[in-house]
């Protein structure tokens, strides 16, 4: 039966209210387990921006570089993978059942991959490879690593983001590889770091707006 009672309608507002509210902090917290697209873009864009560039930057005339752009570049790509790990860690930390182990596992593919990817580049070397086919082996495939493990986490946060991130890395690498050495060092600086601080850039005015 109707009911004119103000006080039925008092007490429903409150109930939408909270309702509301639950519904946006689930949204929030989905959000919050997701890795940061303008983080890891920018990251990994500065990383390969200054490691190869300083590869191209010191190629001496037998297309090797100077052993302090190889630090750098080694320093760079370390760290980049390091934060990386870190971050995607610290934001599935917290998350119980299902999506917890599958954080855990998505964590420790990184090694194995970097594990696999040293084993490839080793087996070519004992095979009598030169050192140029080896250094384009052991970058493309890196490159190919980085990309599919970032492919595989956009696909399980749900990140388009960190899809596309991958997706740029991965054929970046196999670009480079086609270019040979040394240009193939301008083509992970420009079009692979630059490339990816334009992402990082394009998703910070995308978070904002």
């Known amino acids: 039966m109707p009911t ?36 890891l873009f920018g990251l990994w864009g500065a990383a390969w921006l200054v490691g190869y560039g300083a590869l191209w930057l010191t190629t001496r005339d037998d297309g ?68 140029a086919v080896i250094s384009l082996a052991a970058n493309a495939i890196a490159a190919l690593v980085v990309g599919l493990l970032y492919i595989a986490g956009g696909l399980l ?4 983001s960190m899809y596309v991130l991958g997706a740029w890395m991965a054929l970046t690498g196999a670009a480079a590889a086609l270019t040979g050495f040394p240009d193939s060092y301008l083509v992970m600086a420009l079009a692979g770091g630059g490339g990816l601080l334009v992402g990082a850039l394009v998703e ?3 978070s904002r707006g």
């Open 4 to 39: 004119d009672d103000p006080r039925s309608d008092a007490d429903a507002a409150p109930d939408l209210a909270d309702a509301l509210a639950i519904i946006a902090a689930q949204r929030a917290r989905a959000e919050d387990t997701r890795p940061s697209g303008p983080l």
């Open 64 to 131: 090797s570089p100077s052993a302090l752009a190889v630090g750098v570049a080694i320093a760079s790509g370390v760290v980049a993978l390091a934060v990386t790990v870190v971050h995607v860690m610290h934001r599935t930390r917290g998350i119980a059942g299902a999506s917890a182990r599958e954080g855990a596992l998505y964590g420790v593919a990184w090694p194995v991959a970097f594990l696999a990817q040293s084993m490839i580049v080793g087996g070519l070397a004992q095979a009598g490879a030169s050192g």
């Open 157 to 160: 946060w749900r990140a388009t």
């Open 204 to 206: 910070t005015v995308r």
